[in-house]
């Protein structure tokens, strides 16, 4: 008899867990107030092949716009958003990282750094899906104590030139215990979702563990809240 009444509940804190991970997204606001007061800065960085999609997504989420073509991203491009839930303020560091080999280096001071990975392919491109167990070597051995680590399908606007299917990216999330979203940045299907919920993760695990803010970060010199972009001199299309 105790052994079904703990049973029950456990199995009530548990639905009560996954109702309100269903709904936190109701319950986080972006402020335009960036100079607000943070109880907790995250640094999340997005990493994947170069025309995944990872300037449009960020571009989506910060700005709520979309373009066509983007330049090479070089290096490092960084964002700041002020996010609040209940009642916390958080600031997130949105770093966006270049694909190209030549520029992998430069992205290891993030990488060590940061509080949650954005993986992401296209879901038209089969070399970025098969890409994706570099990224996780490169990240995951520079930094083992990332707490929020989320596979993206980007791209899903284009469903008729798919060649990934949904299934095999949510199996892929499985083998290595990442969240799984498909996204749209020019539909702007789930960037709230993914960022918000990247929030929402950080924010009570640090509810309930000691978090030290590092601010041992090497930024570009004379960076502010929304830093320029040096980019190359191409347009290729990163929706």
Not at 24 to 49: D, M
Not at 144 to 168: F, P, Y
Request: with cysteine; proline share 0%; net charge negative.
């Amino acid at each position: 008899m105790k052994e079904d009444i703990e049973n029950e509940n456990e199995d009530v804190g548990q639905k009560k867990e996954e109702d309100e991970e269903n709904n936190y997204t109701s319950k986080i606001e972006k402020l335009n107030e960036y100079h607000l007061e943070h109880k907790y800065l995250f640094r999340v960085c997005l990493l994947g092949n170069a025309g995944v999609g990872k300037t449009s997504l960020i571009t989506r989420f910060c700005d709520n716009i979309f373009k066509e073509t983007y330049n090479n991203t070089i290096g490092v491009d960084f964002r700041v958003v002020t996010l609040k839930y209940n009642d916390i303020i958080a600031k997130l560091h949105v770093w966006d990282t270049a694909g190209q080999e030549r520029f992998r280096s430069l992205a290891l001071n993030y990488i060590k750094n940061s509080h949650a990975f954005i993986f992401i392919y296209d879901i038209c491109d089969k070399s970025s899906f098969e890409s994706l167990s570099g990224w996780f070597n490169l990240a995951l051995e520079k930094n083992k104590n990332s707490i929020v680590n989320v596979l993206i399908g980007n791209k899903c606007d284009i469903a008729d030139a798919r060649v990934i299917s949904q299934n095999e990216g949510e199996q892929m999330a499985i083998a290595n215990n990442f969240h799984f979203l498909e996204t749209s940045a020019k539909n702007d299907e789930n960037v709230l979702k993914l960022f918000y919920y990247i929030t929402y993760k950080l924010i009570n695990y640090y509810n309930e563990n000691e978090y030290v803010e590092n601010d041992n970060i090497e930024l570009y010199s004379g960076q502010t809240e929304e830093l320029p972009t040096s980019r190359l001199n191409e347009n290729k299309c990163k929706c």
